[in-house]
Nanobody, 117 residues
Framework: QVQLVESGGGLVQAGGSLRLSCAASGGIFRLYTMGWYRQAPGKQRELVVTITSGGVTNYSDSVKGRFTISRDNAKNTVYLQMNSLKPEDTAVYYC???????????WGQGTQVTVSS
């Protein structure tokens, strides 16, 4: 059973930075495309960014140039560096892993990010 555990959320002022981490266990990390999604109150969950095992990334337009995803396959961990944060970035951020062999998808429990104006 694959488990994803996020950490690093919190409260930050607009213009500030946060770094989220997602530690994976129970699977072969290199088989997973990893990603970050977010869900704001009253809104649907939306894609933030994904990264393949080979490092190919796909960013949503709303975070392009401000957020950076990276992964350490040796540590089974994916990171999200968030800079120039805006109040509209406030949401619960979820780590996501999709096995590209089986297509099974796993989610973390989420971590709250709150950006004050």
């Amino acid at each position: 059973q694959v488990q994803l555990v996020e950490s690093g959320g919190g409260l930050v002022q607009a213009g500030g930075s946060l770094r989220l981490s997602c530690a994976a266990s129970g699977g072969i990390f290199r088989l997973y495309t990893m990603g970050w999604y977010r869900q704001a109150p009253g809104k649907q969950r939306e894609l933030v960014v994904t990264i393949t095992s080979g490092g190919v990334t796909n960013y949503s337009d709303s975070v392009k140039g401000r957020f950076t995803i990276s992964r350490d396959n040796a540590k089974n961990t994916v990171y999200l560096q968030m800079n120039s944060l805006k109040p509209e970035d406030t949401a619960v951020y979820y780590c996501n892993g999709q096995n590209w062999v089986t297509s099974r998808v796993y989610w973390g429990q989420g971590t709250q990010v709150t950006v004050s104006s």
